[in-house]
């Protein structure tokens, strides 16, 4: 019976809790969320409206589709901290405008501190004529940053009342979709602020 290298047994056994931390990472949603305003103590969640720019108001039909999107993902975040949307025709309480973006970062294999891992591999040119030098292939791995935030004001005076924001990144865009979660996670401190930038785990859909 053929002996398994004893390198390859390191690895694998190395590899199996990463494994199982990936599995576990797919469940969850990860980020860092910052928090400003002073929510009045005392007052309930109540209702809201969204609020759109005269930009947005006289964007095509594509963006129209995403930003109401955005804002489905957002209702869900709103009525996991209290919120409901107010009734047809009726005033509501507080007004709530979305900002989203999307940004497409180059990532040098540098920046990973496993790069020589995880990016490639070196190369030894010593035989058939070539230099001996050591040759080091560099590809570039795209990351997108995602981010959201929610900008809550009092609809009868106008004033800011709570302001949210949450990001993350990873190797899509991951599209309304993403963003929608992202809105989930700004809203966990409500009605609690918390400036600072901080990390937030919520379990996945």
Not at 9 to 37: D, K, M, T, W, Y
Not at 73 to 78: K, Q, T
Not at 79 to 86: D, E, L, Q, T
Not at 151 to 166: K, M, Q, T, V
């Amino acid at each position: 019976m053929p002996r398994t290298p004893r390198r390859l047994i390191l690895a694998l056994a190395a590899a199996a809790p990463l494994g199982l931390v990936g599995c576990a990472a797919l469940n969850s949603l990860h980020g860092e969320v910052s928090s400003f305003g002073s929510w009045p103590q005392g007052r309930a969640a109540g209702s809201y409206r969204f609020e759109r720019l005269p930009s947005q108001q006289q964007a095509g039909t594509a963006e129209q589709a995403e930003q109401a999107a955005l804002e489905r993902g957002a209702a869900e975040a709103l009525a996991a901290a209290g919120f409901a949307p107010a009734a047809e025709g009726a005033k509501a309480e507080v007004v709530v405008q979305l900002g989203a973006r999307i940004s497409r970062q180059a990532r040098s294999p540098w920046d990973d501190p496993l790069w020589w891992r995880v990016h490639g591999g070196l190369g030894w040119r010593g035989w058939a004529g070539y230099s001996g030098a050591w040759r080091w292939n560099t590809p570039i791995d795209p990351e997108y940053d995602r981010e959201a935030a929610l900008l809550l004001r009092d609809a009868a005076s106008g004033e800011p009342l709570y302001e949210a924001r949450a990001r993350n990144s990873g190797g899509t865009p991951g599209g309304t979709a993403v963003l929608g979660d992202l809105f989930r996670l700004a809203m966990s401190d409500f009605p609690n602020a918390r400036p600072e930038p901080h990390g937030v785990t919520l379990p996945g859909r």
